[in-house]
């Protein structure tokens, strides 16, 4: 199977990360360094997450019909 | 005239003559007051169909040896699932009546199927009521969808239009997903092996988070394998959470009821699959994003704001400030302290000078000079101011202004007191 896809985070990874991050964020007893550096991360996942919902296609793979195994057979 | 009168007569004297009117009256009240004839089912044949513009179906319905006249009203019509056509074996229930214009006795129809379809329906209701009471139905056993689901698994025929439905509605909504088709036949024998295959190859894939299960509208025939028993256990069994979209709004099948969610077609499972949108992401993204911001200009306009207190805190306890209030203060006290090292000397001065007068008011040597003598014992020194003091023979030393006068006592001195 192509590589691509897999390597790249999902939305989903990132997106639960963007929510931990601002989590840490509220914390008020942040030193301003680490608040910074959460900040960036932040704003890094915030856009990952968006450029994948906008660049996203939907995946599709077929299942052998007449095969019983369930190795997909065509994967894009 | 004769003839008239003898009908005039016959009229007259029979016991009851019906009018046809009366007649077909008398003739529907038997008919509508008749508990079986106004509750059956027929089979047969339809034969002479039409449905005019109005929409009402007109038709025969007949067997090898018999005919009957039916007549279904729009507002039914409109409920059929199929279309009725001549040569067509169907089952119609309604009721008996006449239609007094042409005295028809016909069967106005409530409702018409394709026959045979009854013995399926009872196969059916058999099926459900079994599956039921053994909790095949459960909402207990409906297991909670993903709210975002990553990879959708789709069970249908390959070639059907239901899964072009469903493919544009996911990638429509929610083109972050996989989706892994497990094609199978939908219709036919070969349909529910193929639908209970192509679960369970769907199920060990292990990230998947959904399947739903579709095909779209048909008969209920068509629909069959929705109702199969194995189907409905292989559903049931189901590890991933399945969505059933068998596209029929009006009936339920067996599959429906044990899916752990129904869609009335195959876009609405894929909708309901899909609860979260790529555009609610979108809104939810930027909410985070503006969290952040926020959450930033806060943390940034606090320190700055500690930062300035710090700042002002400091420069209060710098040794700058320490040093210049020192200053200060040794420039204040040494003001004073020449202020009043300057009083004091002056008032020393004054002071002095009127002592020195005083004293020079008290010296003896102004006393003497005013002609009093200051008389010492010439031994001892001491000074006699008393008579008493004296005794003759005692030497004495008289000092006057100018010089000292040695004297000696020659008599026993004379009180005054």
């Not at chain 2, 010492?376 to 008493?388: K, M, N, P």
Request: glycine share 6%; hydrophobic share 40%.
């Amino acid at each position: 199977m192509p590589a691509s896809p897999e390597n790249q985070p999902s939305f989903e990874a990132a997106f639960a990360d963007l929510q931990a991050v601002i989590d840490q964020l509220e914390n008020t007893e942040l030193p301003l360094e680490e608040a910074l550096r959460l900040y960036e991360e932040g704003k890094r996942l915030s856009m990952l997450c968006s450029s994948i919902l906008e660049s996203a296609q939907l995946r599709v793979s077929a299942l052998n019909e007449t095969n019983s195994t369930a190795t997909a057979s065509e994967r894009d | 005239m004769v003839i008239l009168t003898r009908m005039d007569a016959f009229d007259f004297n029979a016991a009851l003559i019906f009018s046809v009117t009366s007649l077909n009256n008398y003739l529907r009240e038997l008919l509508e007051t008749d508990e079986v004839l106004q509750d059956l089912w027929v089979r047969g044949e339809i034969s002479n169909f039409s449905q005019p513009r109005s929409g009402h179906l007109y038709f025969t319905l007949k067997d090898s040896e018999a005919q009957i006249r039916c007549v279904m009203w729009k507002n039914s019509a409109l409920r059929l699932r199929f279309s009725p056509a001549d040569g067509m074996q169907v089952e119609g229930h309604g009721a008996m009546s006449i239609y007094p214009a042409q005295g028809q006795v016909q069967l106005y129809l409530d409702a018409l199927r394709p026959a045979g379809e009854g013995a399926l329906y009872q196969e059916f209701l058999r099926l459900k009521a079994r599956l039921e009471a053994e909790g095949l139905f459960d909402p207990e056993h409906k297991r909670p969808l993903p709210s975002l689901p990553r990879h959708i698994g789709v069970v249908t025929s390959p070639t059907g239009a239901a899964l072009q439905d469903i493919l544009q509605t996911l990638s429509r909504r929610l083109p972050i997903l996989r989706v892994t088709i497990a094609p199978t036949p939908v219709q036919g024998a070969e349909a529910p092996p193929g639908i209970v295959a192509a679960l369970r190859h769907l199920n060990q894939l292990e990230d998947l988070d959904l399947i739903i299960l579709a095909r779209g509208g048909g008969s209920i025939e068509d629909l069959w394998a929705f109702n199969d028993e194995s189907v409905a256990r292989a559903i049931y069994n189901s590890r991933v959470p399945v969505i059933s979209g068998v596209g029929h709004e009006t009936d339920f099948t067996i599959a429906d009821f044990v899916a752990d969610l129904r869609a009335p077609t195959p876009t609405g499972a894929a909708e309901l699959a899909t609860s979260i949108t790529a555009q609610e992401l979108s809104l939810s993204l930027r909410a985070a994003s503006d969290q952040l911001d926020a959450r930033l200009n806060e943390l940034l306009s606090s320190a700055r704001q500690s930062l300035a207190l710090a700042q002002a805190e400091l420069r209060r306890s710098s040794p700058r400030a320490f040093l210049q209030n020192a200053l200060q203060r040794l420039d204040e006290t040494q003001a004073r302290l020449e202020r009043l090292g300057h009083n004091q000397l002056e008032a020393r001065n004054l002071r002095l000078a009127s002592s020195v007068s005083r004293l020079n008011a008290l010296s003896p040597q102004a006393v003497l000079r005013r002609g009093y003598a200051i008389i010492t014992d010439q031994h001892s020194g001491v000074l006699i101011s008393r008579a008493s003091q004296t005794q003759p023979g005692q030497e004495l030393l008289l000092r006057l202004q100018d010089g000292l006068i040695p004297a000696q006592v020659t008599a026993k001195p004379t009180g005054a007191e």
